[in-house]
């Protein structure tokens, strides 16, 4: 713990020392230098900025340079500010005493330290997260740079609350959080990489292919957490009353999401869907887009997406086109009347689906008559295409093949018509008989 005689003993004497830093004339001094550094540094990464077409210079380069030269040159100022500093203190410090020229050799370590801080975290993407790193590491070098980091690292580490065996500070906290953001971003890049790797490979199949990834993920992520902790100092076994809360949690309110990630998990591994399938659930037809933990996405060809929950896949009825096959079986149903030949319209309708230009070749169309109505007779055109993507196209372009056909045999289609008899031109109607064409 900390003395807290000692600790205000230590807040007068740094009070003191910065009184006498504010009535000594080198310090305005020093100010005067550091303020027209500044305004060196501001003016010199203006005209740098104005001069330096970002766009013609990175044509044709890389993604992460383009962006590493972008911060240079956003950054020069810094560069400009922290090199006028130096000069200044080199040549006060074989003008004077160094401690004249203290203050200048402060600000130009720290804008060197941020300065390097901005160049280091060019590689991340996130705006916000540049930010965050960029500040926190900032504040850290400062710390460091004026001497009182340790000092800080002990307040921090003196207030803590004890939960059984686990001592929790806000140290703890703050370490605890840093690396864990390093060691998921870490692990983050590795399953990436990984994912590329597995997503190449021709021998496993899609479903098995995301199975593997979304385990990897886990894993990588368990391994990141636990690694932490560790790190830390932190006990797992502390953790034993937390894991039953989630435990308790997973029974009453998490279970449709544990549902859903175990459901996600037994359809990855049974192959019953896969990306790429065509399926239909319910009222919702399209072909699986992705698979993920909680849900599947479904595109629909019209620009909406079904997420779909994969719980529903296992207790729901599911049509999957392509689960075994892709070749898919069109069925075209028409009918014509009856002084048309039902050979010649069936021979007519085979050779219309033969000409479909996604008609498979390895399978003949059919047609057959399959029923005599008081209308006409019904016959039923069917062949076979090798992806089930579009069939309605497919339907539209037999059906208008049979148009054209019909229209050049002089076959007729039949349709009701109705006539009305009426005696005298006065109403009732006697009778509406309907006599097919």
């Given at each position: 713990m900390i003395d807290f005689t000692q600790a205000s003993e230590a807040l007068l004497s740094a009070a003191r020392s910065v009184g006498a830093e504010f009535t000594a004339p080198w310090f305005y001094a020093q100010l005067g230098i550091i303020i027209t550094a500044l305004g060196v540094g501001l003016g010199g990464g203006a005209l740098i900025k104005a001069r330096v077409d970002l766009t013609t210079l990175t044509m044709g380069w890389p993604v992460p340079l383009r962006t590493f030269l972008r911060v240079v040159v956003d950054?020069?100022?810094t560069a400009l500010f922290a090199l006028t500093l130096i000069l200044a203190r080199v040549v006060m410090l074989h003008a004077t005493w160094p401690s004249r020229s203290y203050l200048i050799g402060i600000a130009a370590k720290l804008a060197l330290a941020w300065l390097l801080i901005r160049l280091v975290t060019s590689i991340l993407r996130n705006a916000f997260l540049i930010r965050v790193v960029s500040v926190s590491a900032w504040c850290v070098a400062a710390l460091s740079i004026i001497g009182q980091l340790f000092p800080v690292l002990e307040a921090l580490d003196s207030v803590a609350i004890v939960v059984g065996d686990l001592r929790?500070?806000?140290?703890?906290?703050?370490?605890?959080?840093?690396?864990?953001?390093?060691?998921?971003?870490l692990a983050n890049i590795a399953s990436n990489f990984f994912e590329g790797r597995i997503n190449r490979t021709a021998d496993l199949t899609p479903s098995v292919q995301v199975l593997l990834i979304k385990l990897m993920r886990i894993g990588l992520m368990v391994f990141a957490i636990a690694l932490t902790m560790?790190?830390?100092?932190?006990?797992?076994?502390a953790l034993a009353v937390f894991s039953g809360a989630v435990g308790v949690g997973i029974g009453f309110g998490l279970q449709k999401i544990f549902g859903n990630f175990i459901s996600g998990v037994i359809l990855l591994a049974d192959k019953s869907v896969k990306p790429g399938d065509l399926v239909t659930i319910g009222d919702s037809s399209g072909k699986i887009s992705a698979m993920n933990t909680r849900y599947i996405?479904?595109?629909a060809g019209d620009g909406r997406e079904f997420l779909i929950p994969n719980e529903d896949l296992i207790t729901q009825k599911v049509v999957n086109w392509t689960y075994t096959d892709r070749n898919t079986l069109v069925k075209v149903a028409f009918a014509?009347?009856?002084?048309?030949?039902?050979?010649?319209?069936?021979q007519l309708a085979i050779d219309v689906a033969t000409n479909v230009a996604r008609a498979s070749k390895a399978k003949p169309p059919g047609c057959i008559l399959t029923e005599f109505t008081d209308t006409g007779m019904k016959f039923a055109l069917t062949f076979w295409i090798a992806e089930p993507d579009g069939m309605d196209a497919v339907k539209s372009e037999a059906m208008l093949g049979l148009w054209d056909a019909f229209k050049r045999e002089g076959i007729r289609v039949p349709y009701p018509v109705r006539e009305i008899r009426v005696r005298g031109g006065a109403l009732p109607v006697e009778t509406i008989v309907e006599v097919p064409r």
């Open positions: 950054s020069a100022w929790l500070s806000p140290l703890l906290v703050i370490k605890l959080c840093v690396l864990l953001a390093i060691a998921l971003w560790s790190a830390v100092g932190i006990n797992l076994q996405s479904v595109a014509t009347n009856y002084d048309a030949d039902p050979r010649l319209v069936c």
